[in-house]
């Protein structure tokens, strides 16, 4: 018979048998916890100690993770081991510590304290709202009564020109915090084809209201008439008859 009692290798406490454990599992149990587990996976002891994965590896898992979702059973055990645990004052100084300045992962040299252009104003950032139909030009949703954040696509505070400045909510203005390169890149992208397609109506505007005019005038020694017809920019001569 299995014993209800054991010894755990680690902090050498007794504990028992619990409600979820089987015979099976229970049997082949060594230690009372998972920390005492993982205190036996420090250093050497750890099977991936020294070693490394490659780009490649990595590439692959991310790809796995895109929309991976826990099951409700999952996270319903997650909020059970987590209901009513707290950190000590200690251990929050300690995570608050561990993330400052270069310790963060995503430090960018002390640039978040530099001040802004002297243009960035509230009347700039809400032309550029306005300028972007008050609207996210990343995920397209709509401002409602709380104001979209103005974002620079360089990163650079006191580079405040409108090709620079660019409209997006504030989940996708936190995505830009992480590969800032190639948000970078790709807002560049956006922003050149807006250009493209507003450019594009601004002519094609221009020609259906600008009517065309035309003009008649006798250049000195001859004796024909030219009438001149006005078309956007250009001006086309137009050999009339004879005067």
Known sequence: MTKKTKVCLTCKKTFKRSSEDGLVEFKG????????F????????HPYFGKKHTEEWKQN???ERIGFQFSNKTKLRMRKSALGRTNTEEQNRKIVESHLGEKHWNWQGGISSEPYSLDWTEE???NVRKRDNYKCQECGRKQT???FPVHHIDYNKKNSVDDNLITLCISCHIKTNGNREQ??????????KQKEKQN???VSRCIESKP?????RLPMGSNYSYSYRWGGSRNIPIKGTEF
């Open 29 to 36: 149990r060594k230690y009372c916890s998972l920390q005492c």
């Open 38 to 45: 993982g205190k036996t996976l420090v250093g050497e002891a």
């Open 61 to 63: 898992k991310r790809k």
């Open 124 to 126: 700039l950032k809400e």
């Open 145 to 147: 009564d709380k104001l």
């Open 183 to 192: 948000w970078q890149d790709h807002f560049n992208k956006l922003v050149a």
């Open 200 to 202: 594009a109506k601004h």
């Open 212 to 216: 065309h005019r035309s003009a008649t």
